[in-house]
């Protein structure tokens, strides 16, 4: 097959693939990984970043939200330009070759998804406790089983799992709407929105304040950049997967705003910063159990249940396609690339994929988890928003239903984003950051190996 075949063939909506994932069902993938647990504590953080400044801590998470939508626009004309199963994997093969690719698709496989996918499980059992006496020798073996129960479910067909993440993305906002809804009109307090704390500070501190607040964001709204790896089983992807990002990225950023200015209307500024001098970050929790009573611990106990489910199925659903994109070149496990004649899903994938995320819910703690996740993500996030750029140089005439806005300032600014990430990461926690470098670096040596046993069986041929 010529390099022009090829790439022609990234282009085309043809697949072995399912395509049953309409456009709610891609909103309804992000908006439920993006919206998980973190909604009830992350705006502690926030709002100490922004030195206390309610006004300030809002804008911020504007801010986030914004960031967070022209990263997905990056991902949008990525991923409609080439809506192929494996979503970044394949945009840094295009770009950069096979090496780098493989180097990132071995960090999820090992860190990243995995670890994304064994974070979330054991986070659930975690947050039922507040509602249900959990043992916590109980918590890791139930967590293996919804990684079990959930790889099950997607194992049953792609259409399945979306039904299962549509139900949940919208039980969800149910209890997360009831805070917003009621913070919102029974809410006693009146916040101070002003942006006082602007007068004094410097500039350049302000601009140091907002930007360290604004990394907290980036946490709560992690897990914009999925839907591509599911790219060919979308419906109609040149319309669907954009609409879906940018829908998406917009609905969160009203949502998490909203919701904290609810919590501000509702818990005075006293109990604010008493709660944090005990250690408390649960903001949305403090709000239920002002509006709510006794009530309100048991109503934020099963939403944060429901939101850590959806994300935690979004994650089963998406991850393996990575996998199955790498072996269909020749990079992974052969049994990778087997679909199930009547499901039509990765069915080799999907248990490798679920076998190492139980191995490391075994393995490690969630703080560990959550660690190891965050640092493996940024080196390859900042390429891949690079292949926006080398791709429209390398392939000027190829196709592109989508392309970004304000290109290139956009895209440079995501890159010159996740650097600092990058950075802040290896000063605060080096451990986690020597690890996040030698796995990509262990899979550069395990490509060159496959490569030169390959090269050695065709000249043996």
């Known amino acids: 097959m010529s390099h022009q075949t090829e790439v022609s063939s990234l282009q085309s909506e043809s697949t072995e693939l399912k395509r049953e994932i309409t456009l709610f069902g891609g909103i309804s993938i992000l908006a439920g990984i993006m919206v998980g647990s973190g909604i009830f504590y992350l705006g502690s953080y926030v709002l ?3 030195g206390m400044s309610m006004g300030l801590a809002l804008l911020v998470w504007i801010i986030g939200g914004l960031v967070t939508l022209f ?5 949008a004309e990525l991923g409609t330009m080439m809506p192929k199963a494996g979503g970044q994997y394949v945009y840094l093969r295009e770009a950069f070759g096979e090496r780098i690719a493989y180097m990132s698709g071995i960090s999820a496989f090992v860190l990243g998804s995995s670890g994304s996918i064994a974070g979330l499980a054991v986070a659930l059992p975690s947050a039922l406790s507040s509602v249900v006496a959990i043992p916590t020798s109980m918590h890791k073996w139930i967590a293996i089983g919804l990684i079990l129960f959930l790889s099950g479910i997607n194992y049953m067909g792609v259409k399945f799992g979306a039904t299962v993440q549509n139900v949940f993305m919208v039980a969800k906002i149910i209890p997360i709407g009831l805070i917003m809804i009621c913070g919102l009109l029974m809410g006693q307090q009146s916040p101070d929105l002003s942006l006082s704390i602007v007068s004094t500070v410097s500039f350049p501190e302000l601009c140091s304040m907002i930007a360290f607040a604004v990394v907290a964001t980036l946490w709560a709204y992690e897990g914009w950049k999925n839907l591509n790896t599911i790219s060919e089983e979308i419906k109609n992807p040149k319309r669907n997967i954009p609409m879906a990002i940018i829908i998406s990225c917009l609905f969160v950023t009203v949502l998490y705003t909203v919701f904290n200015f609810a919590v501000y209307r509702t818990v005075p500024l006293e109990t604010i910063e008493q709660l944090f001098a005990e250690g408390d970050y649960f903001l949305g929790t403090e709000a239920a159990k002002i509006l709510f009573g006794d009530a309100g611990k048991t109503i934020v106990g099963i939403g944060m249940a429901v939101a850590v489910f959806g994300a935690l199925n979004g994650c089963v659903m998406v991850f393996p396609r ?15 690339t087997k ?44 390429l891949t928003f690079y292949a926006v750029i080398v791709l429209r140089k390398k392939y000027p005439n190829l196709t592109r239903p989508y392309k970004v806005i304000f290109y290139p300032v956009t895209v440079i600014l995501m890159i010159l984003i996740n650097i600092g990430l990058l950075l802040n990461t290896l000063k605060e926690d080096p451990v986690t950051s020597i690890i996040g470098l030698v796995v990509p670096l262990s899979g550069l040596v395990i490509y060159e190996l496959i490569t030169r046993f390959g090269k050695k069986a065709e000249q043996a041929e």
Do not use: E, W
């Not at 990263?71 to 991902?75: H, T």
């Not at 990575?322 to 990778?336: I, P, V, W």
């Open 48 to 50: 100490i970043r922004s």
């Open 71 to 75: 990263s997905g626009l990056c991902y």
């Open 322 to 336: 990575t996998y199955y994109a790498m072996a269909k070149d020749g990079l992974f496990f052969r049994s990778f």
């Open 339 to 382: 679909i199930h004649p009547k499901f039509k899903t990765p069915t080799g994938a999907i248990i490798a994929s679920a076998i190492v995320s139980i191995l490391l819910v075994c393995s490690r703690d969630l703080n560990q988890l959550t660690s190891l996740v965050a640092f493996s993500g940024f080196i390859f996030n900042s």
